[in-house]
């Protein structure tokens, strides 16, 4: 049984930087797509990025694109969202995910959910 579990969330300044992680406490991720959503409060869940299995593709959303970087590391089951020149409208709960369709990015559908990690920037 695959359990993502987030980290990294936290406060910080518009302009600054923050570096979430997922680790699995199950099994494997090689076995998955990773993604990251994320939900503005009284809004619904957004995508933000996904990655391939391989870590070979990636796809963003174009409101983070070119300031958001998300990687994979198989050897330690992790998948990492590099968050930089952060804004305000960043401000939300940030979920990570996996798909059973290993290659897909674009299109990209979760089938499993982390509990989310709460990030906020302040103006």
């Known amino acids: 049984q695959v359990q993502l579990v987030e980290s990294g969330g936290g406060l910080v300044q518009a302009g600054g930087s923050l570096r979430l992680s997922c680790a699995d406490s199950g099994r494997t991720l090689t076995s998955y797509a990773m993604g990251w959503f994320r939900q503005h409060p009284g809004k619904e869940r957004e995508f933000v990025a996904a990655i391939n299995w391989s870590g070979g593709s990636t796809n963003y959303a174009n409101s983070v694109r070119g300031r958001f970087t998300i990687s994979r590391d198989n050897r330690k089951n992790t998948v990492d969202l590099q968050m930089n020149s952060l804004k305000p409208e960043d401000t939300g709960l940030y979920y990570c995910?996996?798909?059973?369709?290993?290659?897909?990015?674009?299109?990209?559908?979760?089938?499993?959910w982390g509990q989310g990690t709460q990030v906020t920037v302040s103006s």
């Open positions: 995910t996996a798909s059973q369709r290993r290659t897909m990015v674009v299109s990209y559908e979760p089938d499993l």
